[in-house]
């Protein structure tokens, strides 16, 4: 794991010394509207530090180009790099790759925490990067207002400050009710993020988190998907950035969606924060009453 | 050759669900659940048997919930529901244009999702009633959870007791 700690970090600073990102960030804040830039990745694990380095560089680049506040990578973005180890590759697509990913686990992580911290800096805008996957535990990192927070699947909420809003992290399965979302609902979070991807290529399956949220509870949501053959699995996924149908172009209830669910792409779209808020003023919020029942049992 | 449709005839109505300004209201159904975006009213055999804004009726062993105003928009209903034995939720609402509508679709389909509980929608848009019945994905062949939608009456045959 020496490559990853010293000749790619080292290497990776070289690299990144040339661009400069300051004018983005004094560019694009204090405004209500914003864009989003989330990514899609095909699982396949970088074989060469060069590698590693093109795919971060270029997106550091499209991102610079495109001038998004937000930026969403999927989980296992970090597994990519397991693919560094020499005669690792092959075993990331068996099962074996998710033993892998545990052995390295606490190098990958700190690794990877570093990583998104320069990319953040560079970039200056609110990083969310999914995240490195093992068997024990799985990790996302977003870096918001020059800090870098480090959230576990153990951790009840995932929610930082960016710019005068409030952004959560879901991991997948809680996104599938509206218990935790409707939580943070009432700290005031505006933006929900995850990264869900399926073993079901249905499309009707793919809509059963995220997507139906946004139109249940009137929120913004963001996907980021890792489609391909993930330890052994073949996963199918769509990034997007999904609203109530209300909101959106031919009441779809996405405001972005990639079509393919096999391969990699960007999904970029700008949203108004005061036409959520007005839509989500606009509902009464007679749910309470059942309060006594979502959280405490029965009633 | 299109596709084939087979038309089945029923003698028998068990529950007939319809929106208060085209009810069906005929004393051979047993339960007739009418409503609108105000209050459902329940028939038995003809008769009122209860008028409220959401209501847990049985028939035959099989319990139902109906629900209207502003509790048939929030997720929270149909868990409830669920928790109570309930094997369907039938839902009254109303909106304005296409846009509204969509809503109204695609939030019946996500409560018959998370709940895993069927969904009877009732919605009035601009004016004309609208039905659609939801599914939780896993229990329906189709795959898209979808088992109707459309503004004409449609009869249907549902097994409670094979499919809780």
């Known amino acids: 794991m020496k490559i990853l700690d010293g000749l790619f970090i080292k290497n990776l600073d070289m690299v990144l010394k040339g661009i400069k990102g300051e004018y983005l960030s004094s560019n694009i804040k204090g405004k209500s509207s914003f864009r989003i830039m989330s990514y899609q990745f095909d699982f396949k694990p970088f074989s060469t530090p060069d590698e590693a380095i093109y795919f971060i560089n270029a997106r550091i680049r499209e991102i610079l180009r495109y001038l998004p506040r937000i930026v969403v990578f999927p989980r296992y973005t970090a597994n990519l790099f397991l693919g560094l180890l020499p005669f690792s590759k092959k075993r990331l697509h068996t099962e074996k790759g998710l033993e892998l990913s545990s052995r390295f686990y606490t190098i990958l992580k700190s690794f990877y925490i570093e990583l998104v911290n320069k990319i953040g800096k560079i970039t200056g805008v609110t990083f969310v990067s999914g995240t490195v996957f093992s068997e024990e535990e799985e990790i996302v990192v977003i870096y918001a207002g020059d800090d870098v927070h480090v959230f576990t699947n153990e951790d009840s909420t995932k929610v930082v400050n960016f710019e005068g809003y409030k952004l959560a992290f879901l991991f997948p399965d809680e996104t599938m009710d509206y218990k935790k979302p409707r939580l943070l609902q009432e700290m005031d979070v505006e933006v929900f993020i995850t990264s869900e991807n399926w073993e079901d290529e249905n499309e009707w399956v793919m809509r059963k988190g995220m997507w139906a949220r946004s139109q249940t509870l009137g929120i913004f949501g963001i996907n980021s998907a890792m489609v391909g053959n993930i330890f052994g699995k073949e996963f199918f996924g769509t990034s997007f950035v999904s609203a109530p149908a209300v909101l959106t172009k031919n009441f779809t209830g996405f405001v972005v969606k990639l079509n393919d669910h096999k391969e990699k792409g960007v999904a970029i779209a700008d949203i108004n924060m005061d036409v959520i808020e007005e839509y989500s003023r606009s509902l009464p919020k007679t749910y309470r009453k059942y309060w006594s029942f979502t959280w405490g049992g029965n009633s | ?164």
């Open chain 2, 1 to 164: 050759m299109g596709p084939q449709v087979g038309l089945l005839e029923f003698d028998e109505v068990d529950i007939a669900i319809s929106w208060q300004e085209e009810p069906i209201l005929k004393e051979w159904i047993k339960i007739n659940v009418i409503g609108d975006d105000k209050v459902i009213d329940i028939y038995e055999d003809g008769k009122v048997l209860e008028t409220s804004t959401y209501v847990f009726t049985d028939i035959f062993d099989v319990r139902f919930a109906a629900v209207t105003g502003y509790d048939a928009y929030y997720p929270e209903f149909y868990h409830f529901a669920k928790s109570k034995d309930a094997r369907f939720v039938v839902s009254y609402k109303k909106a304005d244009g296409m846009a509204g509508f969509m809503n109204l679709k695609y939030q019946s389909w996500s409560y018959a999702q998370e709940a895993g509980i069927m969904v009877f929608s009732v919605m009035e848009v601009s004016g004309k009633v609208y039905y659609g019945v939801y599914a939780p994905i896993e229990r329906f062949r189709k795959k898209n959870g979808i088992i109707y939608e459309g503004s004409t009456r449609n009869f249907m045959e549902v097994n409670f007791y094979e499919n809780p």
